[in-house]
T-cell receptor, first 114, second 109 residues
Framework: DTAVSQTPKYLVTQMGNDKSIKCEQN?????MYWYKQDSKKFLKIMFS???????INETVPNRFSPKSPDKAHLNLHINSLELGDSAVYFC?????????????FGPGTRLTVL | GQNIDQPTEMTATEGAIVQINCTYQ??????LFWYQQHAGEAPTFLSY??LDGLEEKGRFSSFLSRSKGYSYLLLKELQMKDSASYLC??????????WGAGTKLIIKP
């Protein structure tokens, strides 16, 4: 069974479109995260959710909005996509939201904006 | 500013030992993580150090010196499947993870 899953794995779209990436974890974890990994392989945290509350919100454009319908899901919605949004987006989860908890990553979604 | 430095790429031979270094300068310290990432896949947790010293876990060991802002990941008895990128990440005083760019490890037969 996949612990952290993301869909889609690949997403190719035009500039200006709106798209969503879905994430689900079946680990019973309390905290979920979204990371962006750029072409230089740097991982940058974008958001984290603990029990449906946003607890970290890095200085990302407000075109990005996380949506958590329940503890097991954290979706990433992106409005008005730009070329610079092209990257791999990783979802992750950790137990109980303790900052030192190990984070378990999903397989990633490779977003290409044309 | 906050900075994590790792070598970009290293090459080692199957069966040998390799040490991947990581130096950091962050605003505060709440632990250092090592992750393994195979090409096209998600990072996988390897180790977590918050106290000085060596933590051993099978073929992999991780060392930390907080006074020197330095850590290393030691891989023994290298196998071809160890070919991957190894990411060093430090948790700062705000409990945010600062990631290095990773070290690409190439294993040769």
């Amino acid at each position: 069974d996949t612990a952290v899953s993301q869909t889609p794995k690949y997403l190719v779209t035009q500039m200006g479109n709106d798209k969503s990436i879905k994430c689900e974890q079946n680990l019973g974890h309390d905290t979920m995260y979204w990371y962006k990994q750029d072409s230089k392989k740097f991982l940058k945290i974008m958001f984290s959710y603990n029990n449906k509350e946003l607890i970290i919100n890095e200085t990302v454009p407000n075109r990005f909005s996380p949506k958590s319908p329940d503890k097991a899901h954290l979706n990433l919605h992106i409005n008005s996509l730009e070329l610079g949004d092209s990257a791999v987006y990783f979802c992750a989860s950790s137990q109980e939201g303790r900052v030192t908890d190990t984070q378990y990553f999903g397989p990633g979604t490779r977003l290409t904006v044309l | 500013g906050q900075n994590i430095d790792q070598p970009t790429e290293m090459t080692a031979t199957e069966g040998a030992i390799v040490q991947i270094n990581c130096t950091y300068q962050t605003s505060g310290f709440n632990g250092l993580f090592w992750y393994q990432q195979h090409a096209g896949e998600a990072p996988t947790f390897l180790s977590y150090n918050v106290l000085d010293g060596l933590e051993e876990k099978g073929r992999f060991s991780s060392f930390l010196s907080r006074s020197k802002g330095y850590s290393y990941l030691l891989l023994k008895e290298l196998q071809m499947k160890d070919s991957a990128s190894y990411l060093c990440a430090v948790m700062d005083s705000n409990y945010q993870l600062i990631w290095g760019a990773g070290t690409k490890l190439i294993i040769k037969p």
